[in-house]
T-cell receptor, first 115, second 115 residues
Framework: DAGITQSPRHKVTETGTPVTLRCHQTENHRYMYWYRQDPGHGLRLIHYSYGVKDTDKGEVSDGYSVSRSKTEDFLLTLESATSSQTSVYFC??????????????FGPGTRLTVL | GENVEQHPSTLSVQEGDSAVIKCTYSDSASNYFPWYKQELGKRPQLIIDIRSNVGEKKDQRIAVTLNKTAKHFSLHITETQPEDSAVYFCAASRGGMGSNYKLTFGKGTLLTVNP
């Protein structure tokens, strides 16, 4: 599955605590994305990265920050988790493959519960 | 920004029947339209995609059609089987480095194929 892993796969935390989710890829792809998936909302983009140390906001970025210090890792941080951030978080990557760059491949997801 | 509407939100068919899922998009500059299938508890997986230089693409029992004038595209599944049961997402993108290959997703269609 395109060499993408996410950790942890499941996490339960309490309101107000910081949480960091990790996405790791072995494809050397340039682009990485964080989405959240909630019933009735589909997949919504939180933040994305277009290179090492190059990141930008997506449509639902409030309450989240990201960092990418090396090509293979993209971290998503909830500085102070809230119950509204209970969700399933997916990382995706895209990069040149067979002459195409636009196809995104998804990681296995992280289920986060904020109590 | 781009807005993608997907219909229907749920679809139930008998095994062997056809299923059609439709999406409309708002950004006339979008030129890449992938479809993802997500089984329960799994990651979204690309099943087929189409680019704006073609009107139709087929892969065995799956086909996608694109009408750029009307800004809509559709997924067609023929001879449905119980293993086709899943949530299907459409997405749209402008493509190209300027967009950072970001995707905007529809909210999904839950397809149930009854034996």
């Amino acid at each position: 599955d395109a060499g993408i892993t996410q950790s942890p796969r499941h996490k339960v935390t309490e309101t107000g605590t910081p949480v960091t989710l990790r996405c790791h890829q072995t494809e050397n792809h340039r682009y990485m994305y964080w989405y959240r998936q909630d019933p009735g909302h589909g997949l919504r983009l939180i933040h994305y990265s277009y290179g090492v140390k190059d990141t930008d906001k997506g449509e639902v970025s409030d309450g989240y920050s990201v960092s990418r210090s090396k090509t293979e890792d993209f971290l998503l941080t909830l500085e102070s988790a809230t119950s509204s951030q209970t969700s399933v978080y997916f990382c995706a990557i895209s990069g040149e493959r067979g002459g195409r760059t636009d196809t995104q491949y998804f990681g296995p997801g992280t289920r986060l519960t904020v109590l | 920004g781009e807005n993608v509407e997907q219909h229907p939100s749920t679809l139930s068919v008998q095994e062997g029947d056809s299923a059609v899922i439709k999406c409309t998009y708002s950004d006339s500059a979008s030129n890449y339209f992938p479809w993802y299938k997500q089984e329960l508890g799994k990651r979204p997986q690309l099943i087929i995609d189409i680019r704006s230089n073609v009107g139709e693409k087929k892969d065995q029992r799956i086909a996608v059609t694109l009408n750029k004038t009307a800004k809509h595209f559709s997924l067609h599944i023929t001879e449905t089987q119980p293993e086709d049961s899943a949530v299907y997402f459409c997405a749209a993108s402008r493509g190209g480095m300027g967009s950072n290959y970001k995707l905007t997703f529809g909210k999904g269609t839950l397809l149930t194929v009854n034996p």
